[in-house]
Structures are given as C-alpha cells and as structure tokens.
C-alpha cells in the first residue's frame, strides 16, 4: 500500500517544495466540509468515506492550483540611500511572474524606519511602491522581502522568500530650509536687502552718509558735520566671519519625544536651519555633540558648499540613556575655542541637580563667549498644569506639575539674569524663533 502511494507522496512534496499554502479560501472549503461528512455519515453510514474523499481531493485542486500560479521571474528592490526624519519617503519594489497575477509584499526592516519593523504593499501590475516615515535619526536595515500570490483557482498561494541586505541612512530634517519662508529670506538676503536693514546695527564703520530725519542722532559725527556744515552720520556694517558653535545635548532628557519626534531631531532641525543662515550670512559654523562625554566636534565650516559636512555630522549624534556630563563637554568646548564665539546650546534639564550642573557650566563660559540657549516648551506640562480637575490623581499630577514649570522658570531666569539669551518656544516654532535671536544678536554686533 505504501508502495503504491509512494509516487503521488513524492508528487506532492515537489509541488510544494517552491512555497505552496492553502489560501483563505481552501481553510473555508475545508471547514464547510466538516457538516457535509457528518450529514452524510449520519443519513447514509455507508458514505462516511466521501469525506475524506472530497479532503483529499481539495488537497489534489490546492497542489495543482499552486503549480498552475506561475513562477517568480525576477525581483528587484530599490532603496533610497539615505531619507529625512519625520518626511516621507519610498522602497519601489518590482516583481514579475510567469503569469501575472496581484502580488502582495511585505518587508523586514527596522522598526526605527517603520513601525514594528513591517512594510507591505500590493503589486497590481509589476511594481509597487511601499511608503515609510523614519522615527529616528539611523543607519536602518531592510533585511528580507516576502512576496506572495494566488493560483487562478484562489486555493493556493506561492510564497517566496528573497534577502535584501539593503539600508537606509536617515538624516536630519532640512524640510525647513525647501519652505516659502526662509527661501523668500535667501532671495532677499541675495539681493542685498538684509544687509540694508542691518546696516548701521553694527560695530564695524562702513562710510559716512548724509543724516536723514529719522536716523539715530548718535550717529552724527559732529566733527566732520562741523568741518562741511552739513550733518553727516556714520554707517555701520555688520560683522562677518563669526564663529558660531552649536552645542547639542544629546542626554536622556533630550530623548523624549514631542509630537512623535524626539527633543534631540527637533534641535537639530533647527540648529541646521540657523547653520544655513550663518553660512550665507558669512559666518563660520560648527557641531558639537555631547552626552556623558564629547560625540562630535567638527572644525568650523565657512562656505554653505560645505553645509553637507554638519548634516552628516549630526546624522551621527546618537541617542543615549544617560545623562549629559555638563562640566566635562563646556569646558572641554571652551579650551578648544581661541576665540570669542557665539554659542548655542540646546539643551533640557528635567531636575534641579541636573539643572545646578547646566547652570553652573553655562555660567563659566560667559566670562568669554556669548551663549544662547535654546529648548522646546514642555506642552505636556503645560496640559497637566492647565487640565480640568476632576478627580484627586488629576489634582495631584496637575499640582506636581505646576511646581516643575515653576522650577523650570526659575532655571531660565536665572540664565537670563547671567546675560544669557534664551529661546524657549514650541517644536513647530523654534527655528523661527532662533533665527531672530541670532540676528538680533548679529545686528547688535554681541558676538565678536
């Protein structure tokens, strides 16, 4: 007996040696065959064998509908090479079938590309495109693609299995930079506007012009509106050629997300955009990252030409569980710097020992630099702090939280009250907001 199965045993398992299972609609056909065999067992004993009968000859449409499906021909996965956080981006996949028929894929990556590390899409002709929004700043990896397909019957599916060995390198946000905004601020400053407007903010003398109702009377130089009887003032220029260094704190606190996106990717968005300016502006930008020791520190970059330079160098400023080392990272950033600079730091405290450290390190380097510093309101707080009260666990969060605005408050008063300017604003909002302090700051010519 055995001997005369052998041949269709040997049969089946080349039938579904490629990757043959029995699609949703075979496991349906397969549990309504289960009341057929006990109605029939139950009126006609003698039929109790069609059952079993009609189960094998399921089995038999299964095989043949699985080799009648067609043979993967060619599959080919483009990635990007690399992609933005928080922007959209796409895998193209392309698959063709000795048959055509829909496709549906599916892709191994990391979760940090997608949620719970899964892509799917379906290929209605031969190519199919699979969105994703990276999380985080990242080398992702896209491991393995499945593709899977029905047999003109709908009782069976092919299944294949192809590595990838592909990645994607995710960088910061420079979505900022493509908007209306800050290109009608690019066009302007091209044509010489911004230097018009900032002409006479500055400490640099330029020339002398003919004083006009409305001009600031200490510009007047009497000696030589005296020499010509007519009054002239002098003009100032802004100054160029500053060095600016970005100092970003990449500790635990800075980890938290905001809107979907942690603090960290959202400072370095708009510290990329304020590097952009300055680079056009004339002045010199550099990186410098820390957490519990130095991650980055670049040399200073003068030409936007080398803007790629700081971009890749925050896409390599790494999310880290403990927190910043204040005291080692500024006064290691200050023994580098030789001259006065304008620094910003972006940071976050989340308690007042943490808090002391910041300040304390912040206050060192005021003798001899300029500092900005820079952190995003905490929204979440604020919604505890401003929640209806209904219960006593609401009271109590919203009373805790309350006391840490408070304390926080206290904490940029404080740096305030040093001579250092600070930009507290809200994730959507902090770009702008930095760009106008630095260019007061620019203006009034505080850096050098």
């Known amino acids: 007996m055995i001997r005369r199965l052998a041949p269709g045993l040997r049969l089946a398992a080349a039938l579904m040696r490629p990757g043959v299972a029995p699609a949703p609609r075979c496991v349906l056909a397969l549990v309504a065959l289960g009341p057929v065999g006990l109605v029939l067992a139950g009126f006609v004993p003698a039929l109790w064998i069609a059952a079993p009968l009609l189960g094998l000859l399921l089995l038999a449409l299964v095989l043949v509908d699985g080799a009648l ?24 996949i392309r698959a063709r079938l000795s048959r055509p028929a829909p496709m549906e894929a599916a892709l191994a990556l990391d979760p940090r590309l997608a949620p719970g590390g899964k892509l799917t899409a379906t290929l209605t002709g031969e190519e199919a495109q699979a969105p994703f929004t990276p999380s985080r700043r990242c080398r992702g990896a896209i491991d393995t693609l499945w593709l899977r397909w029905r047999g003109p019957l709908g009782l069976a599916m092919r299944i294949e ?80 050629n500053n060095p600016i260094v970005l100092a970003m704190d990449c500790g635990a606190a800075m980890c938290e997300p905001v809107a979907g996106l942690p603090r960290l990717d959202r400072a370095v968005s708009a510290a990329l955009q304020m590097a952009w300016v300055a680079l056009k502006g004339g002045d ?56 006065r600079s304008l620094i910003v730091v972006f940071s976050e405290f989340a308690d007042s020992t943490s808090a002391e450290l910041m300040v ?26 401003g ?41 959507d909002a902090v770009g702008a907001r930095l760009l106008d302090a630095y260019m007061a700051i620019r203006s009034r010519g505080g850096i050098g």
């Open 360 to 385: 304390e390190s912040i206050g060192r380097l005021i003798a001899r630099h300029r500092v900005l510093f820079v952190c995003l309101r905490d929204e979440e707080l604020e919604t505890l702090a």
């Open 387 to 427: 929640g209806e009260v209904v219960d006593m666990e609401a009271l109590g969060g919203s009373v805790a939280a309350s006391a840490l605005l408070r304390q926080r408050e206290w904490v940029l008063m404080r740096l305030r009250a040093m001579g250092v300017d600070v930009v507290e604003a809200a994730h």
């Open 161 to 240: 299995r192809r590595e990838v060995d592909a990645s994607v390198r995710v960088l910061p946000s420079v979505a900022a930079l493509r908007g209306p905004a800050m290109q009608v601020y690019l066009r302007d400053a091209s044509l010489g506007l911004i230097a018009r407007r900032l002409r006479g903010e500055g400490q640099m003398f330029e020339t002398l012009t003919e004083y006009q109702p409305g001009m600031d009377r200490r510009r007047i130089d009497w000696k030589v509106s005296a020499r010509h009887a007519h009054l002239y003032a002098k003009e100032y220029e802004v100054e160029r």
């Open 284 to 339: 010199r930008v550099s990186l410098f990252g820390f957490a519990a020791r130095v991650i980055v520190s670049t040399p200073f970059v003068a030409d936007t030409r080398d803007f790629h330079r700081l971009r890749s160098a925050a896409a390599d400023l790494d999310y880290t569980a403990r927190e910043a080392n204040f005291t080692l990272a500024l006064s290691t950033l200050a023994q580098q710097l030789a001259r």
């Open 69 to 92: 499906a067609g043979r993967l021909e060619d599959v080919h996965v483009t990635v990007p090479a690399q992609a933005e956080i928080g922007q959209d981006a796409a895998i193209t």
